[in-house]
């Protein structure tokens, strides 16, 4: 799988990969370094980084990343039989080029809110609920923009990236803030993760977590009826 990765230095690109402070600014809010190798704070494969001429690597369990710096390209191996055109994974790493422009764009440091809500419904019926009109990935304006309306308060945002039906995230304009969304496989059901990334010292929304639960979540009831 080949990656365009953002405009910017050479030098700050590699920061961005290869530093734990840049790291939780844009993969994972939880990310750390030690002797080299990069362990997320919630799930994924712990990776180890190194370069490669101009380039650097990221290599674990099931997965190669090569990141060429002065090419801004970047692809992602089959390595250890790991299957990387999966399309769930593709939107994962969609999701985070998407986070790692935003990061690029300005310093500062950034915070997170994340809510995982189980997902009872098939792609395809989640995605509805996504698109839907108090959902986050309705049509864009003429000029690219669009409103998108999340525990009672509306935001204006411009989309970044759309996977149907897995995957969305949209700039909040208003906040110089980062929204993405992605329904992805879980243990025994689908999982819907919603992740907020806020730069600055704009206050956290409050009843997001509701929001998105209401949206995805009591699914088993509308699956098994009444009577069970």
């Given at each position: 799988m080949r990656l365009l990765l953002p405009a910017g230095p050479p030098e700050r690109l590699r920061a961005?990969?290869?530093?734990?402070?840049?790291l939780r600014r844009w993969w994972d809010p939880d990310a750390t370094l030690a002797d080299g190798d990069l362990s997320p704070g919630l799930d994924g494969p712990t990776l180890a980084i190194h370069a490669d001429g101009d380039a650097v690597v990221w290599e674990g369990e099931g997965i190669r990343a090569r990141f060429d710096?002065?090419?801004r390209t970047g692809v992602v191996e089959e390595h250890g039989g790991a299957d990387v055109e999966d399309p769930d994974f593709a939107a994962g790493w969609a999701l985070a080029l998407a986070a790692l422009e935003w990061a690029l764009a300005a310093a500062g440091p950034v915070r997170w809110l994340r809510f995982d809500v189980p997902v009872a419904l098939a792609y395809e019926d989640a995605w509805g609920r996504i698109v839907g009109p108090e959902g986050l990935a309705g049509a864009d304006g003429p000029d690219g923009r669009r409103t998108v309306h999340?525990?009672?308060?509306?935001?204006?945002?411009?989309?970044?990236?759309?996977?149907a039906p897995r995957a969305v995230a949209l700039r909040l304009e208003d906040r110089d803030a980062l929204v993405r969304l992605q329904v992805g496989p879980g243990e025994s059901v689908n999982v819907a993760r919603l992740e907020l990334l806020v730069r600055g010292d704009t206050a956290l929304p409050e009843g997001w977590g509701p929001w998105v639960a209401r949206r995805f979540g009591m699914t088993w009831v509308a699956q098994l009826g009444e009577d069970g």
């Open positions: 961005a990969l290869t530093e734990a402070a840049e710096l002065a090419g999340i525990a009672g308060e509306r935001y204006g945002g411009r989309g970044v990236v759309t996977v």
